[in-house]
């Protein structure tokens, strides 16, 4: 189902060989779902929708977790996507 103008476009990704979690806003649907194909390949965790745990920010459509051998291939699709 494709996502209307209002509602979000935000990923939160908690990187473990940091112990940070970061959260990216993309502009449209175009992209968002570009970054969803991709970091579902990647992530060792992707929690969307129901999955999510309670209390998170209603603004956050998805939840990876990213551990250290998938750190570099992470870190270059972030770079492009920033651009």
Known sequence: MPMSNSENFTILC?????GADVKYRFSNEREHA?????????????????TLPAGMSDEVTDYYYFDEPNRAAFEKFMRKSSR
Request: aromatic share 14%.
């Open 14 to 18: 908690y990187l473990a060989w940091c």
């Open 34 to 50: 570009a970054a969803r194909a991709f970091l579902s390949n990647i992530a060792l965790v992707h929690l969307h929708g129901d």
